[in-house]
Structures are given as C-alpha cells and as structure tokens.
C-alpha cells in the first residue's frame, strides 16, 4: 500500500505541466496580492499609510485610560491647528511643514486629524463593545421571557444559544483588525487552487485508461480497492499540499502587503465579525477557516474523482469539473427555499466559509438550532464520504462505462 | 493447472459480444485468431477478470475466478492491447510499480534485470517510457507481465503496429516463455501464431467457430484451396465470385489463389492450404 501511494504521488508530481502550472499559479497569487493590497506601490499612498501607522502606534496595544487620554489630546490639539489654519482640505498648501505635523510624515495637520479621528471611533468601539453585548443579552433575556411565555421551545433554545454565544465579551485590546477582515475576504487563492484540484484529478483515474492501463492495474490483485485507497490518498495529501502552499503564500504576502496586526484579538473586534457566535482568536479562526477550506478543497477532488472514474478523457472530467463548479456558484447565490437547504451540501460554502460567520445564523435540527457552518462542515463531510463510497464502488467493481471491446 | 471457459455470453446492451463460448485452456501457445470486433478483447477482459460476463463462468482449477480471485489474478500475467505505459516512468520504475501491485513485496532488483535482460531492454532500463519505440513498449509489455512468473500469459494484440523485424523478436520471445505455462495469445495476424501455436482458437462474430492445432484446421479445409492462372480478361469474373487469398501477376498473366467448395475453374489446381486461407475460409476476410 506504501508503495502504491509513493507511486501515484509519483505520478502526479512527476508531471511537468502540473508543477509549472502550480509554481505559475503560486507567482499569480503573490502578484495578485501585491497588485491589489499594497499600499506602498504608490507613492501618495505610502505616506498616508506611514502617517497612519505611526499615529496608530500609540494606540495599539491593550486598551487604557492613558492612551485614551493621549488620543483625545491629540485629536483636541489637531482640532486647533486645523482651526487655525483653515487649509486643511486642499492638499497643495501644506507641503513643506510635513516635520510640524503631529505624525511626522504627511503634509497637513488635517490628515493627521483625520486618522486620529478614525482610530478613536475605532478605540471607542472596541472598548465599549461589551457594552455593546450586554444591551443584546439584556434584548435577548426580554425575548427569551416572552418565548418560555408563548411556549416556544425552538425560539427558547434559539435565544439560549443567543445568550451563551454572546455572554462574557470583551474587546481589551487594541488592534488594526481590519486587515484581517481582508485577509479572510480574499477568494482569488480558492479559484487558482480550485484550477489545480481539478487538474489533478482530472487524470487520476481517466489517466490510465488513456495510457491504456485501465485493464492492466483491474488484472492484478492490487489494482482494484488497494489502488483507489492509494490513488484516494495521494489525491488527499496533494490537495493538502497545494492547500498549505497557497495558505502560506497569502499569509506571507498579506503580512508583507498590509501588516496583519493582533492574531491573538478576539475574532468579534473585527468589524465585519462583531456579530459572530464564535469565541475564537482571529489566529484560531484563520486556521478553523483554512481548515474548512481545504476540507471544501477535498469535497470538490473527490467530485473530480468520480468524474474521473465515469469519463475516459482527463479533458472531459476537466470540463465537468468546470461546469459543475459554475454551477454551484450559481447555485451558492441564491438563498432561501430549497436552495438555501441544498446549499448545505454546496462545498463551494466552505471555501467562502467566512460568510456563515459573519452573524449568528442556524438551522433547526429537530428541533434543536445548529450553527449553519456545523450543518454545512456537516454535510459535506457526509457528501465526501458519499462521494468517496461511489469512486470506490466505480473502481472496484468495474461499473465503470463499459466500452465495447474489439 | 486447468482453465475451462464455460458457456460465456456477453451483451453490451443489445449487441452480443460473446455467444456461448466454451473451451478448455491447456499448457503452451494458444492462438485466439479472429477479426476486429469478433469478441476476442471482449474475452480476454473476462479472463483477467476486467469485465463480468452476462452469463457463464471461468474456472481456475475447477473454481468459478470470481471466488477467489485474488489467487488466480497472482498465477495471471496479462499484457494489454497497445500500452502506452506511463511517460515519466522508467522501464526500472514501471516494473517495481507493476511488482507492486502485484503485491509483490521484495522484487529483488535481480528479477527485473533478469527480465530487463530477457526482453533486451537492459541498456533502456533508465529512459523514460515516453522515448520508448513501439517494439520496446510490447516488450516492456511482455517484462510486466512475466514479473510474477504466471501460469498464464494473455497477450492482447501484441504485434499491433510493429514492424516485421519487431514482429519476429516477438514472436521468439513468446516461443521461449510458452513452456511449463499456458499462452493466450489473441491476434488478427495470422501470421503471429501461425509457426508458435500449438493450437489455434477460430472467433467469429462472437463465437468459437473452429479449434484446433494448426496441421488439422489446415487439412480440414484440403481440397478447398485451388490455384489458377488466368489471363486479365478472366480475372474479374474469378474476384467476384471466390474468396482471394492471394493474386500474383507475371507479365499478363494472374496467378490467383482462392478458397471455394468446389473446382473453381477448368484448369485449377488443388493446393496445401495455409493457416490465412483457414482462417479466409471460416471468417470470409483474412488480414496480412
């Protein structure tokens, strides 16, 4: 079995056009990245951003009077320079006193004042967030009251759940999340390693019937069940490996490009996650997201796979590959009705898997309400194993297309 | 050691494949002669047990192969019709892959060398597959097949697309590895067992018309093979009414071989058949 698996991993990196393909994609994803996340390409950009940054300093960090306190002075002093001025809208003024401004880098008090301005609102909401969570506790108790009232057992669990997700919350900390929110919204990576995931798989099992192998491997004692738990698990470790080495190459290049500041922040201090149910560290939801990724990456190997094993030409499973994938796009569009229900077995969900924890949203079990994503990881765990069942079944025994032999 | 194919039928839908096939398989080359689209792949990927068949069975040692096929599949070589292998592979790797899912767990480098040796491909052992020649690949064919030392070899269209001198080193080397085991050999080249095969199985149309050695299929057509020499103007009525093996022109005279019942023409004369005209005489097309 060990040397089965060495061999069909042989076959898939001893491919050339493949690991051109992976290494090209890889340089695109970067290039893209950069392209798209860097600020300092342009030059007007870079000073803002430097100002920004240099303000931000005196701020990051866990969250005190002090710092407070300096900001609001800050803010209060650039409030009368700006007064006195009266130039700060117009940017062709103040270009020689950038050394008198308050961050040191950019033309006029007037920016300055702005991202001070900014990161206080920001400051502001981290630190009244808690306050923030205990006014929807105190929403959700009243509803929770009305609900045991009207004897509504769903909406009772419902509002519980409400209450042990959100009790206990607290931003202490400051940081420049916001970057972050980018990292977790960036799909282009997906796409590209969608393109490979199908490509690998394309030629797994038609591979062999084009080279005119099929009946050989299906006339020796290994070349049915032991050769797909080979071929199963080369598909799986190759996925794994494109997964971790686009994974790495965003991290990387989002690190480079934007600074990601405070993994260790709690997920909801991201704006666009305030509302989620889960008590993770940014850090801990990249990983749970990555690994909710590449489990959506393994689903759709496995659909390429039985592809595979139904068509003779690696080109036409690519194709199906494709269709089915537009498809699913399509398909992941829409919501509500049976579509939302079917979405759950859409893999596509967990490759934008950051959309279902954006608020709280479940779906009621029996009864019980589940978190979608648990429904959704759920489901399509099931869809693998589905999945998995009928590439083995198809290879094994030989219900493959029968073609008419000569 | 015994194989006997009892009463195969296989349908691909409406189309019968097979039609109540039944033979005994002993020691030495076997010749499974018939035309395109006779049915003989469709036998062969029953006998490696790569197709299921509609009806019917095989027995290994008087036990249905889908019983216990893993014991039979390890006393099975097989050699596909036009392999083309894997390109990156080198013959060296390629049959550690073949011994591999042979389930063979220590194949010694000393048994492919030898084989690498017997197929004379030692010196290619290390390129690649995809710069390997047609006649490499079939011999490399023959290589993976003999790596668990079968009992069996099944060899689909072998010489499919070799030249004559490739066809001849084929043909030996099937010759010396025909002892002590059971060969299949399918073929539409008649020449491709006419001088190794002990016996010769006739398929046509999906049905086992003729079996027998080589000698006794060509007597039982003795007195059916005529020669007669024929001037142009005499030609066209011959062509279209007798089955041609052979015309051979001399100047403006045709020396014509035909299969036919009877005296084809007054001045005919009756000639020693060859294993082409059997086949000519059964199947109604022969392939050179």
Known sequence: MKQLFAHEMKKIFSNRLFLFLLLFLLFVDG???????????????????EAQWEIYKTVEGEITAEKVNALTAMIAR???????????????????????????????????????????????????????????????????????????????????????????????????????????AYDFSSFLILLLVFLLTAALYAGETESGMRYLLRSTPGGRL??????????????????????????????????LRGGGNPLYSIAAFSETPLHLSIGGFALLLAALKWMGFLCFGQIGCLFSSLFDKSFLVFTADLLLCFALMLMSTYSGGILESLNLFNP??????????????????????????????????????????????????????????? | MSIEIAHITKDYGKKRALDDVSLQLEHGVIGLLGANGAGKSTLIHILVTALAPTRG???YNGRDIRDRRSGYLEKLGYMPQSPKFYKNYTAEEFLRYIAALKGMKHTGKQ?????????????????????????????????????????????DEPTAGLDPRERIRFRNLVSDVSQNRTVLLATHIVQDIEYIANRIILLH???????????????????????????????????????????????????????????????????????EEVFLYHAGEVSL
């Not at chain 2, 103007?233 to 071989?257: A, C, F, T, W």
């Open chain 2, 57 to 59: 069975q095989v027995l």
């Open chain 1, 348 to 406: 596509l969900q967990l490759l934008i898997g950051r959309e279902m924890f954006y608020t709280f949203r479940v779906v009621n079990l029996f009864g019980t309400p589940v978190f979608r994503y648990t429904v959704c990881l759920g489901c399509c765990i099931g869809l693998w194993l589905l999945l998995l069942g009928a590439t083995a079944a198809l290879n094994n025994a030989g219900m493959m297309r029968r073609r008419r032999s000569a």
């Open chain 2, 205 to 275: 149309e999906g049905k086992v018309c003729r079996s027998d050695t080589p000698d006794a299929l060509c007597k039982e057509i003795g007195g059916k093979v005529w020669v007669v020499i024929a001037a142009g103007r005499d030609l066209e009525p011959l062509l279209s009414q007798h089955k041609i093996s052979n015309i051979h022109r001399e100047g403006n005279i045709y020396r014509v071989r035909m299969v036919c019942e009877e005296k084809p023409h007054p001045n005919a004369l009756a000639v020693t058949p060859t294993l």
């Open chain 2, 111 to 155: 048994k492919i060398d030898e084989l690498l040796a017997f197929v004379n491909l030692t010196e290619s052992r290390k390129t690649k597959i995809g710069a390997f020649s047609g006649g490499m690949l079939q011999r490399l064919g023959i290589a993976q097949a003999l790596l668990n030392d079968p009992e069996i070899l099944i060899l």
């Open chain 1, 31 to 49: 290039l893209y990245i950069y392209k798209t996340y860097d600020a300092y390409r342009d030059p007007y950009n870079k000073d803002a951003s």
């Open chain 1, 78 to 184: 650039l409030e009368a320079d700006n007064a006195e001025s009266g130039s700060g809208l117009d940017p062709s003024m103040v270009g020689d006193n950038a050394g008198e401004t308050e961050s040191g880098y950019y033309y006029s008090a007037f920016w300055d004042l702005t991202v001070a301005r900014n990161l206080f609102d920001k400051l502001s909401d981290a630190y009244y967030y808690s306050r923030d969570m205990e006014a929807l506790l105190t929403e959700n108790e009243a509803l929770l009251a009305l609900y045991r009232g009207k004897g509504n057992t769903a909406l009772v669990k419902q509002a519980e759940l409400i209450a042990e997700s959100y009790s206990g919350r607290a931003i202490t900390a400051y940081y420049d999340t916001e970057t972050y929110g980018s990292y977790f």
């Open chain 1, 226 to 259: 032991r050769l797909v738990a080979a071929k199963q698990c080369a598909m799986a470790v190759s996925v794994t490996v494109i997964c971790l080495l686009f994974f790495v190459c965003d991290f990387l290049m989002f690190l480079w490009c934007v600074r």
